[in-house]
């Protein structure tokens, strides 16, 4: 008999914990979790993903790479370019009935420029799913960064410290500009290389920085571009080759500086961290995401909208990114740094001028100081 009540007991445990098991499998999952698979299962079928990336020091690619390895279903058909060969191309093809980007991840002035002012865009913020994404809590500032007033076109993920200006070493001692201000020193006028403002690149992130920081602002801006002589040019290999042969003293927005240096060439960049004024923080120019409207693939997009801003598509970013050459930072909180260049790194309660705000975003008014200050100079 005591046989019989065990077995019993036993049997009753295993209906008991059969019921449970039934009961969760019948309670329906969240609302997001179908939203979510359902939109996984439609990318699979679509088998497609054509990305629109920047194609720079700091691998994009290798992002793409990964996260076709999570999503094998959806082969990636990648379009490397910068933003002034993309964003032609890219509005071409729309004018000739061609829509083929999914997504374009690269700089945010491009697709601010280009592809918001002429409402091509899709919305981000509505393509979000994942919880992990959506709470903005594990991003810096507590918030998602648009580019966009509307706060849903253009999404900035990285916020990275950058150093826009170089010098030749041999021309220029260690220690002897502590400030922007002294590159007003009547010591290097007709030293000065820039690039060409107008043209797409870091010379206008950086610029909107110079402009929008109290201690610069547009009088620095003017001074330098009407005082020092500055030569303009838009050819972004030989700009960093007349810096590197001495030819120019000091270059605002070379490219490639740090790669040349490690090749035993005399440049270096300034380092602004110790500097008066405040330091500025940007997506640059992989540092954002777009969704163009009428995708060939849009649940294929919606899928890298959401996995590429996940903490796991943020730890890729910048594993990716992070190179001897470049540093970048992700604006997700949960992202190890240790990728980052220590001296590049935000510090946590540190007030940083992040440059691609929307209030921020248009060139306008310093397309107009540079103009007028280049007009000054040749009267």
Known sequence: MKMI????????????????????????????QQEWDKTVEAAKKEGSLSLYLLQAEGELGAVAQQFQKTYPEINV?????RGNTLAPRIMAERRAGKYMVDAYMAGATTAYEVFYKAKILNSVRAALILPEVLDESKWWQGQHHYIDAENQYIFAYLGSVSEYVSYHAKSVEAGEIRSYWDFLNPKWKGKILSRDPKISGSQRIALRGYYHTPELGAEFIRRLYSEMDVTLTQEIRQATDW???GKFA??????DIL????????VDEFRTAQWKESRMITAGNMGSIALPSQPPHPNAARVFAN???????????????NTPNNSEESLRNDVAKETVRSDLRR??????????KPEYIDMT???DIVEKALGQRKK
Not at 12 to 17: K, R, S, T, V, Y
Not at 250 to 255: A, E, G, M, P, R
């Open 5 to 32: 009540r065990v077995a019993s007991r036993v049997a009753a445990l295993w209906l008991f914990a059969g019921s449970v098991t039934a009961a969760l499998a019948a309670q329906p999952r969240p609302q997001w």
């Open 77 to 81: 058909v990648q379009t490397p370019g």
């Open 243 to 245: 810096l590197a042969h």
């Open 250 to 255: 000091i270059c605002f927005f070379c490219s």
């Open 259 to 266: 790669k040349i240096k490690a090749q035993g060439l005399p």
């Open 307 to 321: 996995w590429l801003l996940s903490r796991e598509g943020q730890t890729a970013l910048q594993r990716a990114t």
């Open 347 to 356: 510090v946590e309660g540190k007030p940083y001028l992040f440059v691609d």
């Open 365 to 367: 008014p310093i397309y």
